[in-house]
């Protein structure tokens, strides 16, 4: 499976801005997807994920009420809807996959669930 996700961009803080990875080569099927973010200097931080299904979903504290997970199956795609973006959103975002449907919200939080990732979108919020 081939992750690719939508370029991202430079938005003003308040603004929005949605993510979007498409899978290629394979389907996403079932598998359930996150979205994680790194920052220079930083390690690697979970933002939210998705159940294959769609029906469970996982949120970073800083990203709740913020930020939407969502996936469209059909076109094997999973999104990611950001608003109020802040400047501390500022960050290269990485979409990842794993063929299992269900994880838990310790499995869901953990880079090491995934298979399959991105290669990473530059997000940038304005002040």
């Known amino acids: 499976v081939q992750l690719v996700e939508s370029r991202g961009g430079l938005v003003q803080t308040g603004g929005s801005l949605r993510l979007s990875c498409a899978a290629s080569?394979?389907?996403?099927?079932?598998?359930?997807a996150g979205w994680f973010r790194q920052t220079p200097g930083k390690e690697r931080e979970f933002v939210a994920a998705?159940?294959?299904?769609?029906?469970?979903?996982y949120y970073a504290d800083s990203a709740k009420g913020r930020f939407t997970i969502s996936r469209d199956n059909a076109k094997n795609t999973v999104y990611l809807q950001m608003n109020s973006l802040k400047p501390e959103d500022t960050a290269v975002y990485y979409c990842?996959?794993?063929?299992?449907?269900?994880?838990?919200?310790?499995?869901?939080?953990?880079?090491?669930?995934?298979?399959?990732w991105g290669q990473g979108t530059q997000v940038t919020v304005s002040s």
């Open positions: 990842a996959a794993t063929p299992i449907t269900y994880v838990n919200d310790y499995a869901a939080r953990s880079g090491s669930s995934y298979n399959y």
């Open positions: 080569g394979r389907t996403l099927g079932r598998g359930a």
């Open positions: 998705i159940s294959g299904t769609g029906a469970t979903t």
